[in-house]
T-cell receptor
Framework: NAGVMQNPRHLVRRRGQEARLRCSPMKGHSHVYWYRQLPEEGLKFMVYLQKENIIDESGMPKERFSAEFPKEGPSILRIQQVVRGDSAAYFC???????????FGPGTRLTVT | KNEVEQSPQNLTAQEGEFITINCSYSVGISALHWLQQHPGGGIVSLFMLSSGKKKHGRLIATINIQEKHSSLHITASHPRDSAVYICAVRLNAGGTSYGKLTFGQGTILTVHP
C-alpha cells in the first residue's frame, strides 16, 4: 500500500506564473489536509477536503489560492500569480476518517524566483 | 501566545542519553500528535494520543489531559534520531472533531556520536 504521494517534489516558478501541486492520498483515504511550512516557521493548516467537498478552508489566503479533491484523481492545490512570499514547503496528509490518524506526503517545495 | 508551545526549542545530546521534549497547549483538544521531520525531508507521524501513554521502540509519548501537557521521550538516543520533533493538536470544535491540526514550533534535536 503506497503512502501519500505528492508531485512534483520541487517546483520553481517565476513571479506571476501558476503553481499546481498534486496530492494522491493513501488507498481508501477520502480525507485530505493541506499544510504550509514557510521558511523558518512552523506548519500551518490551509484546507481540509473530503471527496468533492471543501470542509474547512479557514487557513487559505483569500486570493490566488484554491483547492479541489475531485471524485477521480488527486487533490490539487492551485496558486495563481505566485509571489515570492509563496515560497514554502507544502505538505498534504490523508486520513481514512475525519478524526483518524493523518499520514503525510513528502511535500512539494515551491520556489518562486 | 501560541496555542501550542514546545520546549526546548533546541536540544543537543550525546549518543545514549535519555531525551525529553515537552509540549503544552492552552485549548481543549481531542487528540495530540507527535511528528518527526528530517532536514529537507518529509513528515512522519510518530504517535497520536488522546490519553495515557504509548510506546514504540525507543520512543515513548505521554499525555496529561488535565494539565494540558505531553512529553516525548527517546531512550538510548542515537545520531539518527537527529531531527525536528513537532507536537500538533486537534482542537475540540464545539463538539465536532476533525483532523485539522495546530502545530508547535518544533524542537530541533541533535544527537552527537
Amino acid at each position: 500500500n503506497a503512502g501519500v504521494m505528492q508531485n512534483p517534489r520541487h517546483l520553481v516558478r517565476r513571479r506571476g506564473q501558476e503553481a499546481r501541486l498534486r496530492c494522491s492520498p493513501m488507498k481508501g483515504h477520502s480525507h485530505v489536509y493541506w499544510y504550509r511550512q514557510l521558511p523558518e516557521e512552523g506548519l500551518k493548516f490551509m484546507v481540509y477536503l473530503q471527496k468533492e467537498n471543501i470542509i474547512d478552508e479557514s487557513g487559505m489566503p483569500k486570493e490566488r489560492f484554491s483547492a479541489e479533491f475531485p471524485k477521480e484523481g488527486p487533490s490539487i492545490l492551485r496558486i495563481q500569480q505566485v509571489v515570492r512570499g509563496d515560497s514554502a514547503a507544502y505538505f498534504c496528509a490523508s486520513s481514512p476518517s475525519s478524526d483518524g490518524e493523518q499520514y503525510f506526503g513528502p511535500g512539494t517545495r515551491l520556489t518562486v524566483t | 501566545k501560541n496555542e501550542v508551545e514546545q520546549s526546548p526549542q533546541n536540544l543537543t545530546a550525546q549518543e545514549g542519553e535519555f531525551i525529553t521534549i515537552n509540549c503544552s497547549y492552552s485549548v481543549g483538544i481531542s487528540a495530540l500528535h507527535w511528528l518527526q521531520q528530517h532536514p529537507g525531508g518529509g513528515i512522519v507521524s510518530l504517535f497520536m494520543l488522546s490519553s495515557g501513554k504509548k510506546k514504540h521502540g525507543r520512543l515513548i509519548a505521554t499525555i496529561n489531559i488535565q494539565e494540558k501537557h505531553s512529553s516525548l521521550h527517546i531512550t538510548a538516543s542515537h545520531p539518527r534520531d537527529s531531527a525536528v520533533y513537532i507536537c500538533a493538536v486537534r482542537l475540540n470544535a464545539g463538539g465536532t472533531s476533525y483532523g485539522k491540526l495546530t502545530f508547535g514550533q518544533g524542537t530541533i534535536l541533535t544527537v552527537h556520536p
